[in-house]
């Protein structure tokens, strides 16, 4: 039986939910993916620090009501948040990174995944800043220590979009993609159809959870340039930076702009795309689109998520699917691990060497 001692960064809702599967779904696991999952340590700004290497019990973890810097009450514990011993220090294969993200730096994301990295551990993350703002260097220092980054969660929670076209779409010779890749905005823009101003729609999407107190990010299309980035340098092999990719959110369209749409049959939605040009150069933007009904993006709703990829040999193939959601997320961490599994030697393959 393989068991992996993993290390969680930040104890927020993906890595909590993830701590709630590990407590259901282990014996599962070891039947279905040939592993088994152990908490060895976690790191929180709220909660502080932990290190146990005979395991923590992620039941306890996930349903125990903490205080703030609750995790210095157990045993091998610190009421601060030591996000930089416990990445060095604790026994852990792999170090799973859910903070927030910072659009400028990416730190202090990226300092948390280069210094798991360095100390030979694998890194799943599903911060958007590190991938986006540091991936190659990241992906050569894994490499370099014989050990693997991996981010599927960083733009479409759960749904596999990045692994997916990777893999499976080899050959069809993808030129460009398009796609509604920030749930908040696709949510208010449906409920502007729906007759409320922006403003009531974005107070709705703050009260149901989907918008953040500041909803900047979401709105004003940043959150989507990230991805974009993503999406561009790894399935296009480009070089681009955030401030490489125009950006304009919907925060300027007036219930006359809806309405006007809909009576020509078309929808607003906010895309996030990239293509390359005849001359080879990739260039990417987001911005509010008018969309005829019978466009693939155009009749998805509420907080969904979807990427439509144009290829030479199959046209376009359109993948649909959550990009939010706890659970969801922390399935994209578990696909992660499933990734790092089947790419270590076989038992047999270690003998023979």
Not at 64 to 85: I, P, R, V
Not at 86 to 102: S, W, Y
Not at 196 to 205: G, M, Q, T, W
């Amino acid at each position: 039986m393989t068991v992996y001692k993993i290390a969680l960064i930040g104890f927020g809702g993906v890595n909590r939910a993830l701590a709630g599967l590990i407590a259901t779904k282990n014996p599962q696991w070891d039947r279905q993916l040939g592993f088994r999952l152990n908490i060895v340590a976690v790191s929180d700004l709220y909660l502080g620090s932990v290190i146990s290497p005979n395991g923590l019990d992620p039941r306890m973890l996930n349903e125990a009501n903490f205080t703030k810097g609750g995790f210095g009450q157990l045993s091998g514990g610190n009421s601060e948040a030591d996000n930089e011993t416990v990445i060095k220090l604790a026994p852990a294969d792999i170090v799973v990174e859910a903070t927030f993200t910072n659009p400028n730096d990416g730190e202090p994301a990226v300092s948390h995944c280069r210094w798991a990295l360095q100390a030979g551990k694998h890194v799943v993350t599903t911060n958007k800043g590190p991938v986006a703002l540091a991936a190659q260097e990241l992906k050569t220092l894994a490499k370099s220590r014989g050990v693997r980054f991996e981010f599927e969660g960083a733009v479409m929670s759960g749904t596999p979009v990045i692994r997916l076209a990777a893999k499976t779409l080899v050959g069809a010779e993808l030129k460009g993609f398009e796609g509604i890749l920030n749930g908040t905005s696709n949510f208010v823009l449906g409920r502007m159809e729906e007759g409320l101003d922006f403003s009531s729609a974005v107070k709705e999407a703050q009260a149901l959870g989907y918008a953040e107190a500041d909803p900047t990010a979401d709105v004003e299309g940043h959150d989507v340039r990230l991805k974009v980035v993503i999406l561009a340098n790894e399935l296009l092999g480009a070089d681009l930076k955030p401030e490489d990719v125009s950006c304009e959110g919907i925060s300027r369209l007036s219930p006359h702009d809806i309405e006007a749409a809909a009576k020509e049959n078309c929808r607003w939605k906010l895309i996030g795309s990239a293509a390359r040009g005849q001359d080879g150069i990739v260039v990417g933007s987001v911005a509010p689109k008018r969309l005829a009904q019978e466009h693939p993006l155009a009749g998805v709703g509420g907080a969904t998520n979807a990427v439509s990829l144009n290829t030479a040999l199959l046209g376009s193939v359109t993948i649909t699917g959550p990009g939010a959601g706890r659970v969801e997320t922390a399935y994209a961490v578990l696909s992660d691990i499933v990734a790092i599994h089947t790419a270590q030697p076989s038992k047999d393959a270690k003998e023979a060497a």
